[in-house]
Each structure stands twice: as structure tokens, then as C-alpha cells.
């Protein structure tokens, strides 16, 4: 299944970056989900904010993996023009080590007549509200949810005499091309739920925590010493147990999805993070070459259309081809949350 979720108001928002940009910011801070933190990188943005000096935040690390967030900690210190840090939305003072991170990337940018102009973006429901509401001293600068999709205007907000942070909404990208940043995504809580399939979603979730995590799911839901049986099964085992059931004994799955997900958004199975560096470049690789083919197969096509088919048969396959891949990339219209 393709999860996307592009509603009107984030492609306001990728415009209002783009103007944004063009009227001055010294560092882009992006927040990322440290439980997914390469699925949770947007790649538009790179291209949106012209090669400014970046500032990764992998937030909410108090639910995520401590050994893959240092990881993901050097993997991104490594690249030119990044600095990142780890934060949870229950430090006390974030401001001190975020201002610290984006004063390092613009030393320059130190007075009021040169003050350091800060951009926050990020996916949906990452925490970038409850941050800012941090670094405004608990005033409720932004609104905050469980639900992405909360933010939907841009905002100015003063953290210092010479710090400006511009606010904008969560924004995902138009098509999400590595399927494993898509189910990781939606298990995170950043798409609308009616753009997705809770159960297909969970079972994904299911299978990368069996893989990575399976000793946590065994405890949590009491499944030890049936490592045998597939996802399916231990996705029913847990709503046998919390009594989702249907009559005539049949087991409700979408109740169950929802415990699923539910608790490990809450971070009630543990520690978690879906993936390492390694893993990510990986399906980001496969993902290229699958692309790749695509563009091939659209330009060939384009090609053939501009011709014009000769026979009738070649007008039929061309229709049908042209069916398949409108399904393969439909997606819900889903323009909220």
C-alpha cells in the first residue's frame, strides 16, 4: 500500500518556505522523529531552503532507541553544513542547547541589527509545537495535538532580542517513493488516519519490531514462545487479549492495529527507533532504482503517445499501462486530518 498525504494547506506551506527564504534565514532547523529519523527527513526541504546551514533536531528521544540515536547523531554531524541534537519535549531548558547548535552554524548573526533568523519545519505531529511553546518560556505561542496537521499558518515568534524563529506547519511531500518511510511514518502518528489502512499499517510496524525489538513486543503483550507464528497471528493474539473481539468469536484487527499503534506512539512498548542509518540508505537506494524505471517507463510512454499507436492493439496496451500505474500511485484524498 502507497501512504501519501499532501493536503492543500502543506503545499501553502512549501510556498511560504520558498518566500520565506527568499527574504532572509540564516539556519533551518528541522525537526525529525528520533524513532524514524531518516523517514522523518523531508527531502523537499533541502531543495526548499537552498543549502542553508541545517540544525536536526531528532525529538521525542526519550521514546526512541538510545544506541541508534547516537547513530543517527553522528551519521548527521557528519554532513557538511549540519549540526544535530537530540531532544525530548520534557528537557526543562531546550532553548540554551537549541540557540547553542544554531549560533555555532551563523557566528556572525549576533546583534540586533544582524539577528539570527531561524526557520522550524518538520513533518506532522513531531513535537514542533510543544518545543516552541518550551522555548517561549510555557507562554502558548503554538497550538498543540496528538493529531498532526494542528499547525496550518505560519507564525513570527521573538526568542531573544536578536533570535527571530519562523513557525511553519508540519509538511510531508507530495509522493513518499521508499515504502518503508511510508509505514514508518504513518505508525509515528504523522498522516491523517484517513489516508491510511490502520491494520496494513500496523502489521508493517509489526514486522519491523518482531525483527528489531521482538523480546519488547513478547513481554508487553505476553507472546513469548510463539516466535513461530506469523504477524498476523501476533497482531490477533493482541486483540484476543485486550477483548477486541466480533461476535462469533472472530477477532476485531482494527481494534487491535489501534492498541498497536497507540502504544508505541506512547512509547509504552519501550525504547524504540524503525531504523538505523545503514538500513535507510538502503531502501533509499532500492527506492532510486525503482524510480529510475518509472521515469524511464513515463518517458517512453510519452513517447510512444507523441508517435501515436499504430494499431489498435498498441492503443489497448497503452490504455491498459496506463490504468496500472493510476492505481499503483492512487492515494486517499484526504485534505484533513
Known sequence: MAIQWFPGHMALTRNAIKDRMKEGIDVVIEMLDARCPGSSANPMLAQLTQGKPALKVLNKQDLADPARTEA????????????????????????????????????????????????????????????????????????????????????????????????????LWPRISIE?????????????????????????????????????????????GSEDQTDDAWLAAIGRKRGAMLPGGRVNLQKAAEVLLYEFRQGVLGRITLETPEQFAAWAAAAAVLDAAREAKLAERAKARAKGPATRQERDALLRAAEQDDDADQAPDADRP
Open 72 to 171: 543517527w547523531l553522528a551519521h548527521y554531524n557528519a554532513t557538511p553544513g549540519t549540526r544535530a541534537i537530540a531532544m525530548d519535549t520534557k528537557q526543562i531548558t531546550p532553548a540554551k542547547a537549541l540557540l547553542a547548535a544554531c549560533r555555532e552554524l551563523a557566528p556572525t548573526r549576533t546583534s540586533m541589527v544582524k539577528p539570527l533568523r531561524l526557520l522550524i519545519c518538520g513533518i506532522p505531529n513531531v513535537g514542533k509545537s510543544t518545543l516552541i511553546n518550551a522555548l517561549m518560556g510555557g507562554k502558548r505561542a503554538a497550538k498543540t495535538g496528538d493529531e498532526p496537521g494542528i499547525t496550518k499558518v505560519e507564525q513570527k515568534l521573538v526568542l531573544a532580542k536578536d533570535v527571530w524563529l519562523f513557525d511553519t506547519p508540519g509538511m
Open 180 to 224: 518503508q518511510a511510508g509505514y514508518h511514518l504513518a505508525a509515528s502518528g504523522a498522516v491523517g488516519r484517513n489516508a491510511l489502512d490502520e491494520e496494513d499499517v500496523a502489521l508493517a510496524l509489526m514486522a519491523r519490531l518482531r525483527a528489531d525489538y521482538p523480546a519488547l513486543v513478547a513481554a508487553r503483550y505476553g507472546l513469548a
